[in-house]
């Protein structure tokens, strides 16, 4: 607890809450492929506040996520496969053709001042400097869902730049007169909330202890400040608490590692990892240690 009573939270809390406070209950969400702090924020609001949404996290195939379970790096995907039923990918790219995604959550490489994202590759794309998981599916699922939300856990001009290197995803679609609503139309970051509103960018909230000056210095690209600019509302105790339930082992913190920070600390999670399912199995079948 801190000394203005706020209870003590790391960015990727705030930065799941915040995300999980625009899953609206009743929605249809789709996690892309298995990123722990988005499927944190999904599953933190399936759990709270959004009961009734359906959740479909992407591997190899899609899973229609009915109950929320306890997250973890390795066994996430058969726990999926428990809690709902399983459907090829191309059924969930008809899902999204017929009726469109309600909300779903992306985590890019660079996104530029028109709102486009890259998840491709940066660099010249005959010899890029580094290659990222792909476009998978984002060309199509940007024009066709109804709110496209991405998240950035490291604000900074390397990721917010004047144009992308590779166009993964389009932004808005209604600026160039496209018949869907669909589009990048949310950011939120380890600084601040932005919006995408008719073709420019608005700085909607900065998070605690973050100035806009702050936020405009990490941009390659001028943005505008909303009329009704707010600062974040942090997470509360209540939220936090959730948030663990889901999270158990602090899959989401892994988001925010570098890939050197992220080798050392797989290895630790998997041990943890491995104690807390032994032990919960123990519990579930009465034969607890």
């Known amino acids: 607890m801190s000394a203005t009573g706020t209870p003590a939270y790391s960015p990727a809390d705030l930065i799941a809450i915040e995300l999980g406070r625009r899953v609206v209950d009743g929605s249809v969400v789709g ?33 229609r996520v009915d109950r929320w379970f306890p997250l973890s790096y390795s066994h996430t995907e ?39 994202i890259n998840s491709a590759l940066i660099g010249d794309p005959r010899k890029p400097k580094l290659r990222g998981p792909g476009s998978n599916g984002i060309d199509a699922l940007c024009v066709m869902d109804q709110k496209v939300t991405v998240y950035v856990t490291d604000h900074s001009t390397r990721t917010f730049v004047p144009e992308v290197d590779f166009v993964s995803g389009a932004g808005d679609a209604t600026r160039r007169g496209g018949k869907t ?11 601040c909330t932005m919006e995408l509103a008719e073709g420019r960018w608005l700085l909607r909230s900065v998070h605690p202890g973050v100035e806009v000056e702050d936020v405009r210095a990490a ?26 339930a889901v999270d158990p082992l602090g899959i989401r913190e892994l988001d925010l590692l570098s890939g050197v920070q992220r080798r050392r600390e797989l290895a630790r999670l998997l041990r943890r990892e491995d104690e807390y399912f032994t032990e919960l199995l123990a519990r579930v079948t009465g034969r607890a240690r």
């Open 181 to 191: 609503p669909g589009g990048i139309g949310f950011v939120v970051t380890n600084l």
């Open 31 to 63: 996690c892309g492929a298995f990123t722990p702090l988005a499927m944190a924020a999904t599953m933190w609001a399936k759990a709270g506040h959004a009961g009734n949404a359906i959740l479909y996290p992407i591997s190899f195939n899609a899973t």
């Open 219 to 244: 941009t390659g690209f001028e943005i505008e400040t909303a009329d009704d600019l707010a600062t974040t509302t942090p997470p509360t105790k209540q939220e936090l608490d959730l948030l663990d």
């Open 78 to 116: 058969g726990m999926a496969l428990v809690a709902g039923q399983s459907l090829p990918a191309i059924d969930l790219f008809d899902l999204a053709q017929h009726r469109g995604m309600d909300f779903e959550l992306v985590l890019p490489l660079q996104v530029d001042a028109h709102g486009n």
